[in-house]
């Protein structure tokens, strides 16, 4: 590994140990972290992709590769599952929103695909709806079960399902742009 690679996956593993602890040791306050860590989160995928020119956003996409227009679009869709859970009416009336769900952006053209700016108003509109629904939330509502099987395990109550989404699948998809960028040889950016 190269040393660079080194030096991100370092900062990578002290950005989810300073989560973690955020989110385990700071209970009394943690509507506060899980908006302070949203903000950082967001403000980190916005810097990353900031850099990538509109003609190369769905790059290597054609090759099965998840390129950094497909990882968008999954974090943007990926939040509904949220949504449906508490009855949160979120259809969209487009044609894309199916290619996000649930597959690796197998796509045989990239016609009629979100631009970077449409895709990062949708995160962002869709995602500061959920830390508001999430602020609204009883104490009961918190403790209770969410729905996701694939994440039954790991997860114990709609909290954690609430953290994840604002949080760690916002990091991990980060991650994902950043190895996309390299393997496509775009710069490298954020923080």
């Known amino acids: 590994?190269?040393?660079?690679?080194?030096?991100?996956?370092?900062?990578?593993?002290?950005?989810?140990?300073?989560?973690?602890?955020?989110?385990?040791?700071?209970?009394?306050?943690?509507?506060?972290?899980?908006?302070?860590?949203?903000?950082?989160?967001?403000?980190?995928?916005?810097?990353?992709?900031?850099?990538?020119?509109?003609?190369?956003?769905?790059?290597?996409?054609?090759?099965?590769?998840?390129?950094?227009?497909?990882?968008?679009?999954?974090?943007?869709?990926?939040?509904?599952?949220?949504?449906?859970?508490?009855?949160?009416?979120?259809?969209?009336?487009?044609?894309?929103?199916?290619?996000?769900?649930?597959?690796?952006?197998?796509?045989?053209r990239l016609e009629n695909l979100p631009s970077k700016a449409l895709l990062l108003e949708k995160i962002k509109r869709r995602y500061n709806a959920l830390l508001k629904v999430y602020n609204e939330l009883s104490d009961a509502q918190r403790k209770g079960a969410h729905p996701s099987p694939l994440i039954k395990g790991m997860l114990p109550n709609l909290d954690a399902w609430f953290a994840h989404h604002l949080t760690t699948h916002i990091s991990i998809h980060c991650g994902n742009l950043v190895v996309w960028k390299k393997v496509i040889g775009i710069e490298i950016n954020g923080y």
């Not at 385990?24 to 943690?30: A, D, L, V």
């Not at 850099?51 to 509904?80: C, M, T």
């Open 1 to 108: 590994m190269s040393n660079g690679g080194r030096q991100l996956l370092a900062a990578g593993y002290q950005l989810l140990a300073t989560g973690y602890w955020l989110l385990t040791k700071n209970k009394k306050n943690m509507k506060e972290t899980i908006a302070a860590l949203y903000k950082f989160q967001l403000n980190y995928l916005e810097k990353l992709v900031a850099n990538i020119p509109e003609e190369r956003l769905y790059e290597k996409q054609l090759d099965g590769f998840n390129s950094a227009g497909w990882i968008l679009g999954h974090i943007y869709v990926e939040a509904e599952d949220l949504l449906k859970h508490l009855e949160i009416p979120y259809k969209e009336n487009t044609d894309w929103v199916s290619y996000f769900q649930n597959t690796r952006g197998k796509i045989d």
